[in-house]
């Protein structure tokens, strides 16, 4: 097997880094917050499990996380 130990400034060709957006980072943190109050409900029982993946999934829907999909 071969490997190759890339430097820390190789990028990858038409690889751009872009920041996010303030609008992003908004519905980031908007976002985690919504989970977070949504952990707490569940672990309070307050809502069920399948409630719980509904909710999260129209969460992720609305603010569009840059990692939600990673979630």
Not at 23 to 51: G, P, V
Request: net charge negative.
């Amino acid at each position: 097997m071969r490997m190759t130990q890339l430097s820390p400034n190789h990028q990858t060709p038409n690889h751009k880094q872009s920041k996010p957006t303030e609008d992003q980072l908004q519905n980031e943190l908007y976002f985690h917050l919504a989970e977070n109050m949504l952990m707490k409900l569940r672990e309070e029982e307050l809502i069920s499990h399948e409630e719980l993946n509904q909710i999260s999934k129209l969460n992720r829907q609305k603010f569009n996380p840059l990692l939600g999909p990673l979630m």
